[in-house]
């Protein structure tokens, strides 16, 4: 009876048998044989989707990559307005929701219906928390006019901004006191007092000015270029990179918006995925034999997790 | 006839089910142990990544080291979150294939911007001399 199937009979008796399974299956669609095949079809789907998507992010890592090498100072410059505690705190939830996600294909393949709808509900709820923390990042950025392209209009100085200052503390006191000084000089000379207010404020910044830099500061004509305060290199001050306003400055903000703001569009897209996904476990779609969609969700979810395990480092850490 | 045809349609799914030898229906399901373990070690190497980050290493050092890290947690994610340890290898070869036309962009891109530092110096140096009359 080892025969194979070629005889009509054979291949009606295949059809009937794949009639019933797609009885069994109503999930199952007419053009697949059976819930695997339907399955591993849409696997592959999903994950050549994944490939274009990690290919759509290679241009702005790859805007990143060239204007990193070209003009590291304004990565150093740029990245101290970032908070770390922030970012890493993102990172936390992102990694949490990645594992809820994973949680709830575990779920739907064993049928814990229950168990499914908490994981998602918790990957939503965590996904809404990591865009509430952006929403605070970006409307603090918002409100220091640290945005891109022509919008760039900062109000704070590197110096000013609490990381700088304890990772630095001598060069911020430095910077704050030459900025006092160069504001009071102009101030003289605007009034025609000559140096009288410098001698004042000299007493006042004494503190914190290297004995060097003080005989500079007394003779007006060397300490021209005071702008460019980050250029005055002092052996008894300590490293100030990061410390001057870059010339490309503001295309920091740009790579960042556009990097953090595309990602949080697909973190976005993923919530409507994991509502619709949610809607449809209540409904009672899922279970053992179709759990496809919880499955394709969560690898979309997974990939968004694993752009953002890059984006932190680059973004908030650099050194 | 139709009990030998079931017969072979019954064997072939059955084979499938072991060639992917999983614990239930066609696909590997997960255990809760390592999962919760592969997300104890991501949270791990991100406390380790800003660790690391606060610590001058030198200057290519700490950003090798960042991409190491990330690198390390972006293969736990595909491997274990994502199935691929367990999945169709076709499936892994597509997303290697990903990874190699992301290095091939960037790589390209980089030597081809090498190439062009001194137009860059050029523009650089001719905007900086107009600007200062």
Known sequence: MSQTIVTPIGANAESEHLDAIHQENPHLAHHYDTPRHQYEAGKLGIWIFLVTEILFFAGLFCAYTIYRTERPEVFNWGHQFLDWRLGGLNTIILLTSSLTAAWAVRCAQIGYRRALIVNIVATIALAFGFLGIKYVEYSHKFHEGLLPGHHFAPSEEAWEIESFRAKHPHAADLAEALEAYQASREKAEKSGKAHHDAKAVEGQIAPVVPSRLRELLRNPEATQPLVDIGAIRNPEVEPQEGLLRPKYAHVFFSIYFFMTGLHGIHVIAGIIVWIWLLRRTIAGHFGPKFFGPIDFGALYWHLVDLIWIFLFPLLYLVS | ?133
Do not use: C
């Open chain 2, 1 to 133: 006839m139709t009990n030998s045809a079931e017969r072979q349609v019954m064997s072939a799914a059955t084979d499938q089910h072991q060639i992917v030898s999983d614990d239930h229906g066609y696909s590997h399901t997960i255990s809760t142990r390592l999962m919760v373990a592969v997300y104890a070690a991501l949270v791990v190497l991100t406390v380790t990544t800003v660790a690391v980050a606060r610590v001058e290493l030198g200057h290519p050092w700490n950003f090798v080291a960042a991409m190491v890290i990330a690198s390390l947690k972006g293969g736990l994610v595909v491997a274990f979150f994502m199935h691929l340890v367990w999945d169709r290898k076709f499936n892994l070869l597509l997303f290697l294939t990903a990874i190699l036309f992301l290095i091939l962009f960037l790589g390209l891109s980089l030597n081809d911007r090498s190439e062009y530092q001194p137009s860059i110096d050029a523009f650089e140096s001719a905007q900086t001399a107009a600007s200062t009359p």
